[in-house]
């Protein structure tokens, strides 16, 4: 998203649901996993939208991965 884009959604009361649009249509095959990662990175830090998201993050029980 470039950032005349992301300026224009810093009072939009629906930043978050064009945010998830933006990146469904942009990417795909994100997942809830990838998209908790990015914001958990020391630059964005939004850790109060990771905890949102945990109950859609499901994580194969085999796999040695954790959030």
Do not use: W
Request: hydrophobic share 30%; charged share 30%.
């Amino acid at each position: 998203m470039d950032q005349h884009k992301i300026k224009n959604l810093e009072n939009d009361p629906e930043a978050g649901k064009k945010v998830l649009e933006y990146l469904g249509s942009s990417n795909p095959d994100l997942t809830v996993y990838e998209f908790c990662k990015t914001l958990k990175t020391p630059e964005i830090k939004r850790l109060d939208i990771v905890k949102e998201l945990l109950e859609h993050l499901s994580v194969p029980s085999s796999s040695n991965v954790y959030v």
